[in-house]
C-alpha cells in the first residue's frame, strides 16, 4: 500500500486566497483525521470522519476552515479567506478502529 | 481535559547511550497510549502502542512502559544510533467509547552525536 497521500506537499499563498488541501486515506481504513501542527501548539486535531462522515470538528479553529469527505478515498481540508496565522503543516492521517493512525508526509502551508 | 507533557523538550546524548523519554498524562482513564517518531520534514510513524491493560511494549531495541495510575509513560532506547536521532511524541487515546482523538505532548527532540 502507498500509506496515506497529501497533495500538495507545500502551500504558498497570498492572505485572502482560497487554499484546498487533499488526502487520500490507506484503503480499508474507515477513520480519517486532520491535524495541524506549529511549534506554538504542537500537533492538534481539527476534525475526524468515520465512513465518510464528520464525527467530531470541535477542533476546528473558526468557520474559516471546512472539511469534506465524500467517498471512502478521498477527503479535502479547504481555508477561505486564508490568514498568516493559518501558516502551519497540515497532516491527514488514517486507521480503523482498534489500530494505530498512519499519518500522512503533510502539506507545509505558508500564508504571505 | 486531558493534557499530555513531555519533559525534556531536547536531548543531545552520545552514540551508544541508552536513554530514556518521559511522558506524563493529567488524567488517568486512558485507552492506550502510543509513542511515535518524527523525521524533519515528515509525517508521523508509530512505534508502540500500548493498551491500557498493559505495563509495557517491546520493539528491538525501543521498551515502552505504561503506569496508568501515576499518569506515566517512558520509552527506553537502547544502545543508541544517529539514526534515532528525531523528534519522540507520546499520545494518548481517551477511554470515552467512540473517542478517536489522540491527544498529544509537544515532544522530545533527541540528537544521538557519533
Known amino acids: 500500500d502507498a500509506g496515506v497521500i497529501q497533495s500538495p506537499r507545500h502551500e504558498v499563498t497570498e492572505m485572502g486566497q482560497e487554499v484546498t488541501l487533499r488526502c487520500k486515506p490507506i484503503s480499508g481504513h474507515d477513520y480519517l483525521f486532520w491535524y495541524r501542527q506549529t511549534m506554538m501548539r504542537g500537533l492538534e486535531l481539527l476534525i475526524y470522519?468515520?465512513?465518510?462522515?464528520?464525527?467530531?470538528d470541535s477542533g476546528m479553529p473558526e468557520d474559516r476552515f471546512s472539511a469534506k469527505m465524500p467517498n471512502a478515498s478521498f477527503s479535502t481540508l479547504k481555508i477561505q479567506p486564508s490568514e498568516p496565522r493559518d501558516s502551519a503543516v497540515y497532516f491527514c492521517?488514517?486507521?480503523?478502529?482498534?489500530?494505530?493512525?498512519?499519518f500522512g508526509p503533510g502539506t507545509r502551508l505558508t500564508v504571505l | 481535559k486531558q493534557e499530555v507533557t513531555q519533559i525534556p523538550a531536547a536531548l543531545s546524548v552520545p552514540e551508544g547511550e541508552n536513554l530514556v523519554l518521559n511522558c506524563s498524562f493529567t488524567?488517568?482513564?486512558?485507552?492506550?497510549l502510543q509513542w511515535f517518531r518524527q523525521d524533519p520534514g515528515k509525517g508521523l510513524t508509530s512505534l508502540l502502542l500500548?493498551?491500557?491493560?498493559?505495563r509495557e511494549q517491546t520493539s528491538g531495541r525501543l521498551n515502552a512502559s505504561l503506569d496508568k495510575s501515576s499518569g506515566r509513560s517512558t520509552l527506553y532506547i537502547a544502545a543508541s544510533q544517529p539514526g534515532d536521532s528525531a523528534t519522540y511524541l507520546c499520545?494518548?487515546?481517551?477511554?470515552?467509547?467512540?473517542?478517536?482523538?489522540?491527544?498529544f505532548g509537544q515532544g522530545t527532540r533527541l540528537t544521538i552525536n557519533p
Open positions: 500500548i493498551q491500557s491493560s498493559q
Open positions: 488524567d488517568s482513564a486512558i485507552y492506550n
Open positions: 492521517a488514517s486507521s480503523r478502529w482498534t489500530d494505530t493512525q498512519y
Open positions: 499520545a494518548v487515546r481517551p477511554s470515552i467509547q467512540g473517542a478517536q482523538k489522540l491527544v
Open positions: 470522519f468515520n465512513n465518510n462522515v464528520p464525527i467530531d
